[in-house]
T-cell receptor, first 113, second 113 residues
Framework: DAGVTQSPTHLIKTRGQQVTLRCSPKSGHDTVSWYQQALGQGPQFIFQYYEEEERQRGNFPDRFSGHQFPNYSSELNVNALLLGDSALYLC????????????FGSGTQLSVL | GEDVEQSLFLSVREGDSSVINCTYTDSSSTYLYWYKQEPGAGLQLLTYIFSNMDMKQDQRLTVLLNKKDKHLSLRIADTQTGDSAIYFCAESSHSGNTGKLIFGQGTTLQVKP
C-alpha cells in the first residue's frame, strides 16, 4: 500500500517563475491538504481540498492555488515566485474531512534563486 | 490566536526516558498530535490524543494531556539513537475538520550513545 507520494522531490526555480507540485494521496483517502515548511520551522497550512473544491485556506496569498482531480490527486501551483517561497512543501491526506488521521508525504524541496 | 509552543532542544543518554513538552492556546482543539521528522524526510505520525482523554500509551510512547493548562507532553521510554529527530506537536484547529493543523516549531531530540 503506497503512502502519500509527491513529485518532484527537488526543484530549482528563479524569481518570477511559476511552479506546479503534485501529490497522490494514500489509497482510500479523499482529502488532501498542503503545507509549507520553511527551514527550521514547523509546517504551515496552505489549503485543503475535498470533493475537488478548496475547503479551508491558511494565511497565504492568491499566488498559491491548487486543484484536486476526480482520482483525489492534487496539484499546488505557485505563481510569481519569490525568494521567500523557498521551502519544503508537504502534502497530507486523510480519509475524509473529519478524520483524525493525517498522513504526510516526504515533500518537495523548492529552491527559488 | 492559535499558537503552539515547544522547547527547541533536548539531549538525553541512550536508555533514558525523554520528555518533550508542548503548550497550545486553542481550547476548542479536537485532537492533539505528535509527529516525528528525520533529516530530509516528511512527517511521520507517531501518535495522537482526543481532547477528552488525559493519557494515551502506545508501546514506548506515552502522551499526557492537561487540558486545563493546555499542556501536552510526549514521553519516550528507553530512548534509542534511532529516536534522534525533530518532534512536532500539533493541534487541530477546527472541530469536525482536522485537515488544518497548527504546528509548533519542533523540538530537536539528540540521543547520545
Amino acid at each position: 500500500d503506497a503512502g502519500v507520494t509527491q513529485s518532484p522531490t527537488h526543484l530549482i526555480k528563479t524569481r518570477g517563475q511559476q511552479v506546479t507540485l503534485r501529490c497522490s494521496p494514500k489509497s482510500g483517502h479523499d482529502t488532501v491538504s498542503w503545507y509549507q515548511q520553511a527551514l527550521g520551522q514547523g509546517p504551515q497550512f496552505i489549503f485543503q481540498y475535498y470533493e475537488e473544491e478548496e475547503r479551508q485556506r491558511g494565511n497565504f496569498p492568491d499566488r498559491f492555488s491548487g486543484h484536486q482531480f476526480p482520482n483525489y490527486s492534487s496539484e499546488l501551483n505557485v505563481n510569481a515566485l519569490l525568494l521567500g517561497d523557498s521551502a519544503l512543501y508537504l502534502c497530507a491526506s486523510s480519509p475524509g474531512q473529519g478524520s483524525e488521521k493525517l498522513f504526510f508525504g516526504s515533500g518537495t524541496q523548492l529552491s527559488v534563486l | 490566536g492559535e499558537d503552539v509552543e515547544q522547547s527547541l532542544f533536548l539531549s538525553v543518554r541512550e536508555g533514558d526516558s525523554s520528555v518533550i513538552n508542548c503548550t497550545y492556546t486553542d481550547s476548542s482543539s479536537t485532537y492533539l498530535y505528535w509527529y516525528k521528522q528525520e533529516p530530509g524526510a516528511g512527517l511521520q505520525l507517531l501518535t495522537y490524543i482526543f481532547s477528552n482523554m488525559d493519557m494515551k500509551q502506545d508501546q514506548r510512547l506515552t502522551v499526557l494531556l492537561n487540558k486545563k493548562d493546555k499542556h501536552l507532553s510526549l514521553r519516550i521510554a528507553d530512548t534509542q539513537t534511532g529516536d534522534s529527530a525533530i518532534y512536532f506537536c500539533a493541534e487541530s484547529s477546527h472541530s469536525g475538520n482536522t485537515g488544518k493543523l497548527i504546528f509548533g516549531q519542533g523540538t530537536t531530540l539528540q540521543v547520545k550513545p
